[in-house]
């Protein structure tokens, strides 16, 4: 599963949002007995990204920023989110 969050400008307020949303579909696909091992997010300006990853209860953050272009970096890590998850 893959969570995306929005910002304008600034992508450190997102990271929290983020998580948030990927803490709530943890709980809720373990309340509906359909648990996910692994959930991506990624926090967006639109021109920068930066990627997290939820794992039970430990969340990794890339603190890395990946600006557009080039896209191929961005894309490559979302077809791996979504390969993995």
Do not use: H
Request: glycine fraction near 8%.
């Amino acid at each position: 599963m893959v969570l995306v969050e929005a910002k304008k400008e600034d992508l450190k307020p997102g990271l929290g949002q983020c998580l948030a949303e990927m803490v709530a579909s943890q709980r809720f696909n373990q309340q509906k007995q359909q648990p996910i091992s692994t959930i991506y997010g990624t926090v967006t300006s639109g021109t920068v990204w930066r990627f997290l990853q939820l794992e039970g209860q430990t969340v990794t953050i890339d603190l890395n920023d990946y600006p557009l272009p080039p896209v191929e970096q961005i894309l490559g890590k979302l077809v791996w989110m979504v390969q993995n998850g």
